[in-house]
């Protein structure tokens, strides 16, 4: 049960290797984490280490409603109270920095223009939907808006976006942030060059594809120093009407290199499967260790046996577990007592009140 067994993340100690993956639950109509949140977060602070949900960096990197951001000093002050919560119970909590890029409607951005991307496509594919407000004033999924290509010299105004939302995080408590550089948004907008169209030198090589993220990464470690930063990453990821490339490992293994030399507290790989099969297979991982000697992430679809032969391996050194979260709070408490799991309900995964989301039992209590 080596899962179960305290982690030394750069020097903070975790009680265990259960990570808890971000997952956002869009439950704040005034954009502001709360009370609710605060206990949705507690309740589960047994988790060596919490990532919250994505939480937009800014109005711009909004792409859903109801979902707390961290760019005021009010929305500062909510996740002050997670914070605190989680740490009076012994756990451990990064804020997920969130930029969704082009995955976003103009009804959610200020003074309703186009959102920002590396590119003027947009995304067509009836299976990446917005959440947002219809015309009507009612909430619905829409087609994303056409977006906006970045200026050269804007892109370092949403790095320094990330910056200001790194100070904050460091007012709310948080013990680090990670930086959301997967699953098709901003980031990936950037890293993927089939969907990366620019001529500046935010385009074309890897290098330059790369920049955005790194001119990023290296902003934040200046605020909050390499041992509190993370970032999420995805490769092979087809979510949200991205393409697979050829160069995708280069491009990672680029990246992996350039992590490394700054010493980052983590990498999170997540594992987005493609037409029912893993992308992030174990020769993958393995490459990637070779690459990457400091703390590595793994979610998507994760067991409990995989999760223990991998870390035994030394392949990687956290798993991370999305959905069994959401139903089983107390998931590492059974997985020691070797309880069985509740099922989630995916009807309350996204909005609403406190059902599905705060009322899961322990399972002592259930
Ligand atoms: C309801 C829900 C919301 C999610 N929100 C986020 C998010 O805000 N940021 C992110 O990086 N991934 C998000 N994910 C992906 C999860 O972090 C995780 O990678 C994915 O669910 C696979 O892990 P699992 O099979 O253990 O659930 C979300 C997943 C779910 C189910």
Avoid: C
């Amino acid at each position: 049960m080596t899962i179960l067994q305290k982690y030394d993340l750069a020097g903070r100690e975790l009680a265990n290797r259960f990570v808890m993956a971000p997952m956002t639950r869009a439950r704040r109509p005034d954009y502001i984490a709360n009370e609710e949140t605060a206990t949705y977060y507690r309740q589960r602070a047994s988790a060596g280490l919490i990532i919250t949900e994505g939480t937009p960096v800014s109005p711009e990197a909004q792409g859903y409603i109801n979902v707390p951001g961290i760019w005021t000093a009010e929305q500062t002050a909510g996740w002050k109270l997670v914070t605190d919560g989680v740490h009076e119970a012994g756990g451990t909590i990064f804020a997920q920095l969130w930029h969704v890029g082009r995955m976003s409607h103009t009804s959610l951005q200020p003074d309703r223009g186009a959102p920002v991307s590396s590119t003027n496509k947009p995304v067509r594919n009836p299976k990446s939907m917005v959440f947002t407000y219809n015309e009507d004033g009612t909430t619905g999924f829409v087609e994303p808006s056409i977006p906006r290509a970045l200026d050269t010299e804007e892109v370092a105004r949403v790095t320094a976006d990330f910056a200001h939302a790194a100070r904050n995080a460091a007012t709310a408590g948080f013990d680090g942030v990670e930086l959301h550089a997967a699953n098709g948004y901003l980031f990936e907008q950037f890293l993927n060059p089939i969907l990366n169209d620019r001529t500046d030198h935010y385009g074309g090589s890897v290098e330059n594809r790369a920049r955005f993220t790194l001119e990023t990464v290296d902003a934040l470690i200046k605020v909050l120093g390499a041992d509190r930063v993370g970032i999420r990453l995805a490769p092979h990821n087809q979510q949200f009407d991205m393409q697979d490339y050829d160069g995708v490992e280069e491009t990672y293994f680029y990246l992996a290199d350039q992590l490394a030399k700054r010493g980052v507290a983590y990498i999170h790989l997540n594992d987005n499967w493609a037409a029912g099969r893993s992308v992030v297979d174990d020769e993958l991982l393995t490459k990637f260790r070779q690459r990457f000697s400091g703390t590595i992430i793994l979610a998507g679809a994760m067991r409990f046996e995989r999760a223990e032969r991998l870390v035994e391996a030394g392949v990687i050194d956290l798993p991370a577990f999305g959905q069994p979260f959401i139903a089983n709070p107390d998931l590492v408490e059974r997985y020691r007592g070797g309880l069985p799991l509740a099922e989630p309900e995916r009807a309350t995964y996204y909005g609403g009140g406190n059902e599905g989301y705060i009322d899961y039992p322990h399972a002592a209590a259930g």
